[in-house]
């Protein structure tokens, strides 16, 4: 029999002892909120907005957020160049618990970045100003195994002045591995690329293809505009989601082919309920597609006016009727021509999303979760964090198509202590990801 620890020559021993001592227990997994990073003097930073997707898992097992860190500059009398942005990329590599300053995007004064897993790469879309006044779209792929960017910034969409000018929507890749870009303008009407502002455009890069052969852009809403879109993928096809006509109260819904780079539908289908009585909509409506294809949609619905608001889910599936779900009361909440930011969703296991959200009427120092399974919540919401008043002002989940992954939102507080920013994140950590197939 093999000898016990008695019995080991000395010398053995004392060699043994310093390597058991030196052992640590792994991580306790849990849900919890970790600081990323916080603004210093002089400084403002933040995650992305709700309908962007704000976070993502990379194939060689790395986490990425983007966030933008924007410096005051003293001596400069022009109030757009008073200040500078830069929109960083933060990385873990244990599973969230950590984070680092990884690199940042290669224009000058950007912000408002969007990232996706693309195969064995990081695909990010973000806006540029440089020394303009007004933003410009770019997309370029990032290496996770190397840190270095590949190639060049793509121009995608270029500003022309300040009533003239494009900033990033969404970004879906597709299981085959085709890109679908889309943002949102704010401009006088320039024919024929728009035909009225305030609307959502789309260019698609085709599975394979050179990142320099993108399509060209085609507006995706038909009706007179639409504005805060948010983008996911069911395969290969790509739902785009965007806040849009009659009467200022609905969500509308095209859906591009990515096997083509074409529209399914003609005109704006309405994925959300139909305007009504206390039933007018927010411009902020998130889209999540959950494991088996079905669509949800987190938004807000009531008036005018202060004293109906809720946050309601409306959950379709091709095939299927609609259905609105409320979720959860927080009547401070007005419709109409408002941007909330502090409401996302995630992608959960299977056919769950997890919807995230605080509430106006908490002055946003709780943050919410509640299991959403087919459009119906699985029990009632639950705080998961707490905190200051504005501790969760702004929200923006981890949604991308070709992932699920333990790494859920990120959040961005504001609070009276700290005016400038703190960036968290939450989820279960240390964060296990699971992607949809092989790499392309």
């Known amino acids: 029999m093999p000898p016990t620890p008695r019995s080991l020559p000395f010398s053995l021993s004392v060699l043994l002892l ?14 919890r909120l970790v600081e990323i990073t916080r603004a210093a003097a002089g400084e403002f930073v933040g995650g992305m907005a709700p309908t962007q997707n704000g976070a993502a898992p990379t194939r060689n097992g790395a986490l990425f957020v983007p966030i933008v860190r924007v410096t005051n500059v003293a001596g400069v009398d022009r109030l757009h160049d008073s200040r500078r942005s830069d929109l960083e990329l933060w990385r873990s590599d244990d599973g969230g618990l950590s984070w ?9 004064n950007d912000s408002n970045g969007v990232v996706v897993p693309d195969g064995e790469h990081l695909s990010v879309l973000w806006s540029a100003v440089g020394s303009a006044t007004f933003g410009s779209v770019f997309w370029q792929r990032y290496d996770p195994r190397t840190d270095r960017w590949l190639g060049e910034p793509v121009l995608l969409a270029a500003g022309v002045s300040d009533d003239d000018q494009c900033a990033p929507s969404d970004l879906v890749r597709t299981p085959a591995g085709a890109l679908v870009a889309v943002f949102g303008n704010r401009s006088i009407v320039r024919a024929p690329a728009w035909n009225c502002s305030w609307s959502t455009g789309m260019r698609w890069l085709a599975a394979g293809a050179a990142p320099t052969a993108w399509s060209e852009m085609v507006q995706v809403n038909v009706a007179s505009y639409g504005c805060a879109a948010s983008a996911m993928g069911r395969g290969e096809l790509v739902d785009i989601t ?7 109260a ?22 959300g309920p139909e305007p009504g009585p206390e039933q007018y ?3 902020i409506g998130v889209l999540c597609v959950d494991g088996t294809g079905g669509r949800s949609l987190l938004h807000l619905l009531g008036d005018r006016e202060e004293g109906k608001g809720r946050l309601a889910v409306s959950w379709s599936r091709p095939g299927e009727p609609l259905r609105t779900t409320t979720i959860a009361e927080d009547r401070q909440l007005k419709a109409g021509n408002e941007n909330p930011q502090h409401f996302t969703l995630a992608r959960g ?9 605080s509430k106006q009427s908490e002055d946003f120092a709780n943050l919410w979760q509640c299991v959403v399974e087919e459009g119906r919540p699985m029990g009632e919401a639950k705080v998961v964090a707490r905190g200051d008043a504005k501790a969760f002002v702004t929200i923006s989940g981890m949604r ?15 609070t009276e202590k700290l005016p400038g920013g703190v960036v968290s994140v939450f989820g279960s950590w240390p964060a296990r990801s699971v992607f949809a197939k092989a790499a392309k």
């Open 400 to 414: 991308s198509s070709e992932a699920f992954s333990g790494l859920h939102v990120v959040t961005t507080a504001r």
């Open 242 to 248: 965007y806040r849009t006509c009659p009467n200022e």
């Open 100 to 108: 680092r300053k990884t690199s940042s995007t290669p224009t000058d």
């Open 281 to 283: 909509v927010a411009n």
């Open 18 to 31: 310093p390597l058991v001592a030196a052992q640590e227990p792994p991580p306790k997994r849990g849900q």
């Open 349 to 357: 296991p299977g056919n769950q999303v997890f919807a995230y959200f």
């Open 250 to 271: 609905i969500h509308g819904l095209r859906t591009v082919d990515a096997t083509k780079g074409t529209f399914v539908q003609e005109r704006d289908e309405n994925v």
